[in-house]
């Protein structure tokens, strides 16, 4: 798993990093579509930033 919380607050989560660029490709979207983040900036925002999340038991 992969997570990044979001500057807003949001906090997303998915699979993989893969999975993560479209899951936070679909909250700027909605959320924050003033940020004209591409692909490539969302990508190396959570490489710099994503970390893996506390596994749940
Ligand atoms: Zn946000």
New binding site residues.
Partial sequence: MRAID???G?HLEATDLEALVEETRR?VAE??PQLQAGEDDIRALLEDRSYEPAPVR
Wanted: overall charge negative; aromatic content about 0%.
């Fill in positions: 979001c500057e807003c949001h909250h959320q924050h």
